[in-house]
């Protein structure tokens, strides 16, 4: 699966919009780009996935490059329960190891009051 | 709200002891993971499960860990003999295996070998 990077650490002012950037810049056609969230002392949460476009449920907003090479998860109100840590995560789709998500170090964001 | 169950929330055992985690995943989820969490290593996948059936237990130590699902409902995660390194929290997840993976994860087992 192709690796990820994300910056260490985010800020965010709440009742903002958080936009938290991945780069995949080696990223196949078949893989998926997943966020996960974690917040403390919790499993980790599905927020949401994408292929190709962009993709907008309840939680965020997933936005990814044409190339695909990098994408942006957007919360559009953070709020300060949205504290936690971020996870980009790509993975392949179908064959024997789909679902197998790989998680980096992620990116901590707070939102202060 | 469906969710994963694991048990025991906390265990703490000695060294050389059997330890046994329990994950009951989502009913007809038919994907299950094992993933452990230290602040040094992060989330690291021990193990994972389609079926019922062992997919990949690469990022399991062999020795001492094992993994099974005697039935769909129930997940383990065994280790013997435990040893401090082994300290973590360990996670539970499935899935429904459509070709992308949207995992449930359950609130852990948090670990301690003394």
């Known amino acids: 699966d192709a690796k990820t990077t994300q910056p260490t650490s985010m800020d965010c002012a709440e009742g903002r919009a958080a936009n938290l950037p991945c780069n995949h810049s080696?990223?196949?056609?078949?893989?998926?780009v997943y966020w996960y969230r974690q917040i403390h002392s919790q499993g980790p949460q599905y927020i949401i996935h994408g292929l190709k476009n962009n993709e907008t449920n309840e939680m965020a907003s997933l936005i990814i490059t044409e190339d695909r090479k990098s994408s942006t998860l957007i919360l559009p109100h953070a709020t300060l329960r949205d504290t936690a840590v971020y996870y980009c995560?790509?993975?392949?789709?179908?064959?024997?190891?789909?679902?197998?998500?790989?998680f980096g170090q992620g990116t901590i964001l707070t939102v202060h009051p | 709200d469906a969710r994963v169950t694991q048990t025991p929330r906390h265990k703490v055992t000695e060294m050389g002891q059997e330890v046994t985690m329990r994950c009951q995943p989502i009913l007809g989820h038919n994907t299950v993971f094992w993933y452990r969490q230290t602040m040094m290593q992060g989330l690291e996948l021990l193990a994972y499960?389609?079926?019922?059936?062992?997919?990949?237990d690469s990022g399991m130590p062999k020795d001492r860990f094992s993994a099974e699902m005697p039935d769909a409902t129930l997940a383990t995660l065994k280790i013997q003999p435990s040893e401090p390194r082994d300290s973590a929290v360990y996670f539970c997840?499935?899935?429904?295996?459509?070709?992308?993976?949207?995992?449930?994860f359950g609130s852990g087992t948090q670990l301690s070998v003394l």
């Open positions: 499960f389609r079926n019922r059936a062992p997919l990949d």
């Open positions: 995560i790509v993975s392949r789709a179908g064959g024997t190891s789909y679902g197998k998500l790989t």
């Open positions: 997840a499935s899935g429904l295996g459509q070709g992308y993976e949207k995992l449930f």
């Open positions: 080696t990223i196949s056609g078949n893989e998926y």
